[in-house]
């Protein structure tokens, strides 16, 4: 009857610790409750039944964690619901013949030292050489530095 309590004990330690890797990741606590789950199983063994049983479910709960962390790894069942698109998309790709140094514009946002600013009609996230701008400030393009646009008050 106990040995059921133990293995109901590692199967959902187990199941925990395979939701923190898979659904889960980042947060701990789910892993952390599998750990807590697993050590009380292994605990339980060797305060019940001795320490030949103790170390069998130590053995046993190792291999187990192993295929089944292989085997929930290789299952297509994750492919269903992994996320497959990619995101070639780009910030702040600058036109050139857009916009061009001495252009002038309007912060949208408070710059600090960054933040949006409409400059020719289109938004552009763009940034001073250090001070603080407030919004609806006139400012002008003072460079364009490798998708960067440098700004200072008009």
Known sequence: ????????????GLSFLVLEI????????AGFIGFILLGIGIWQAYSVFGTTAGH????GTFVLTILTLILSLRA????????????????????????????????????????KA???????EVRTTGEF?????????????????FIKPK
Do not use: H
Not at 1 to 12: D, E, G, P, R, S
Not at 22 to 29: A, F, R
Not at 56 to 59: A, H, I, N, P, R
Not at 99 to 106: E, F, N, S, W
């Open 76 to 115: 297509k069942t994750w492919r269903k619901i992994m996320l497959k698109s990619e995101i070639d998309s780009k910030v702040n790709v600058i036109d050139m013949e857009k916009i061009k140094v001495g252009d002038t514009g309007k912060t949208v946002s408070r710059l600090v030292p960054a933040g």
């Open 1 to 12: 009857m106990f040995w059921l309590v133990i293995c109901v004990l590692i199967i959902v």
């Open 56 to 59: 069998y479910t130590v053995g």
């Open 133 to 149: 701008l407030d919004q609806d400030t006139e400012i002008e393009i003072e460079k364009i530095e490798a998708n960067k646009i």
């Open 22 to 29: 898979l659904v889960i990741p980042g947060t701990g606590v």
């Open 118 to 124: 409409i400059i020719n009609g289109d938004f552009y």
